[in-house]
């Protein structure tokens, strides 16, 4: 009995303290930023807790959250962020969905397909994204099949529109809605679909109201593990994604490092964050629940 | 229910029914049905008239090929070869979910997000009836389950017995023409198999549903089947009531898989008017056995012989005298309540004997000690293959 208990006081232990220290710590001295003001100096920003007449004394700002509340160009940013990030998880489920599906169903060839998912992964997520460019841009190879085809006289713009970001973050996320999707699709039983033909059903209802219903747990996994990146995306938007509206990710990268505001940009980062919180908690209560079921 | 349906009585003659004239067609009938997986035949030609009203069990090993005759009746498989013809109606190319059939899984199969009442509602929702109707049938039929206290449930809220009873509730809700029930009691424990067995047949006659079951398990097909039929290798060896599959198997795979059987080969030597004599080498006896069929002398034949039809005596003792009789020693006893299980060597060869305890036998008897094995002619059964 000790030793079991000492056991799980490790299991339970060794992540625990990662995610003390390298998650919760650094959250902490995020939001301790947060509340303070911007000043040239080293660190750039004005200390919190400050001696006056030998008494400690803590100053809270919160003028960097009230800056971020009345300036319109950072609740654009915000909207549009998870605006980006809902039309590309909703698309990600539109293409991975049928994708697993037919991974789950795909007999011997199941393992090769899965393995065809995970192997651009083998290459450096910047260089595939760089591809992109070469793809998508005004004399890039797209362009010039259809142009020599003759279907188009003058290149299309794609590149740094709303299409070339949806495109990048739908083609880096997609393995991240198919692996979770699949996990959940292969486990169903197959005398389920049988008895549901067996009782009347036809092929598109018995999978409107068994396959779907069961794969919930998967869809919200798959979506959440989509949503939640997509919302601080930095790289995609900045190499594909538009010039004139900029995701939060950036937003917070330039206040950083352009502007050198922390306590802006630590605003910016823990609103994230909060915003986040919501969908976080919903992906726990969906797995809470499939662990019940089992 | 729908008893005004027009009667395709154009069938295709087959050679099996080619100039017989049957007086009413079968309810369900199977012509030359055949299933093959490559080079595998699951199912080889069978050929089975079953009527209307009646519990069917198909009883055989895995492998025999069962499961994949019940899977071509669900519509689950398409048959290679060979037609299905219920009440009338050609069902080989019909799909499952246009069959008036329904299929009570071995693993119950129930939707496990939804509750009971939704289970059973399913079928009749892809019917598009209207809700009350819906509402009233499920009620009615979980009544008949007895599962009514239980409608807001999930299945895995539910004991092995009670999901078997939403299982068949959920198929029998349809009123299907023809239920199939797939080894309804093999998840089942004993005690409650018992029980189960009995509702079962008592929920059949009640609605009159048609009933094939497949089943592995001999106590559960003679308890279950108004007649049975059982399979090896694909074919429906014989098919007959329990009883008679019982008192006289048509071939030695029957007579082994059915019940405990002694089997003994020998040599015709003797055929006369209805009882032939048998030469044995191994036990070395003479057997005279009633025998209608046709045999000659020097066929090689088998003998059946249920260990229960045998006697058992000590070896001086004189008791009536029997047409056959063999000496041997006890090499064990097994005692099971209500008889006991002997095995006697006779010479090499090993006899099964079962006494009933009341009859008191046994209480001269012990390990090792010699008796005498001796049965009338009545008791086996000659077979010929």
Known sequence: ?294 | MDGVQDRDLTVPMVESRSQEAIPEPAYLRLEGLSKRFGEFVAVDAVSLEIARGEIFCLLGGSGSGKTTLLRMLAGFERPSAGRIWLDGQDLSAVAPHDRPVNMMFQSYALFPHMSVEKNVAFGLEQERLPRQEIRARVAEMLEIVQMSRYTGRRPHQLSGGQRQRVALARALVKRPKLLLLDEPLAALDRKLRERTQFELLNIQQRLGVTFIVVTHDQDEAMTLATRMGVMDHGRIVQVGAPAQIYESPANRFVADFIGSVNLIEGRVTEAGSGTVLIRSEAPACAIRAVCTLPCTIDDTVWVALRPERIQLQQAQHEGAAVENGLSGRVRDIAYMGDVSICLVEAGATLMRVTVPNSSGVLAHIARHDEVRLGWNASAPVVLLK
């Open chain 1, 1 to 294: 009995m000790g030793g079991s208990n000492r056991a799980r006081r490790w299991v339970v232990g060794v992540p625990t303290l990662w995610l003390v220290l390298l998650f919760l710590i650094p959250f902490l001295v995020v939001l301790k930023i947060s509340f303070s003001v911007a000043r040239l100096s080293i660190p750039p920003y004005a200390p919190l807790l400050v001696l006056r007449h030998g008494w400690p004394m803590l100053k809270v700002h919160l003028s960097s959250y009230a800056y971020l509340l009345t300036n319109p160009l950072y609740l654009r940013s915000y909207l549009y962020s998870l605006q980006v990030a809902a039309i590309c998880t909703v698309l990600c489920l539109l293409i991975g969905y049928p994708m697993a599906y037919a991974i789950a169903h795909a007999g011997a060839w199941r393992n090769v397909l899965l393995m065809l998912i995970v192997l651009p992964f083998w290459t450096s997520f910047l260089l595939r994204v760089y591809a992109w460019i070469g793809l998508l841009q005004n004399n890039g190879l797209i362009n010039h099949v259809l142009i020599s085809l003759g279907l188009i006289s003058h290149p299309l713009v794609m590149l740094q529109t709303d299409f070339s970001l949806y495109v990048g973050i739908v083609y880096s996320y997609l393995p991240f809605m198919i692996l979770p999707l699949y996990s959940n699709l292969e486990k169903h039983d197959p005398a389920l679909l049988e008895a549901a033909s067996d009782l009347g059903a036809r092929p598109f209802a018995a999978f409107l109201r068994i396959t779907l219903p069961q794969s919930l747990p998967g869809i919200a996994a798959g979506s959440l593990l989509v949503f939640i990146p997509a919302v601080g995306e930095y790289v995609i938007p900045t190499l594909l994604g538009r010039t004139d509206q900029i995701m939060i990710g950036r937003v917070l990268s330039n206040e950083f490092f352009e502007n050198r505001n922390w306590p802006l940009a630590s605003a910016v980062a823990v609103v994230v964050l909060l915003m986040l919180v919501v969908p976080i908690v919903l992906l726990q209560r969906v797995e809470r629940r499939e662990l019940e079921a089992e």
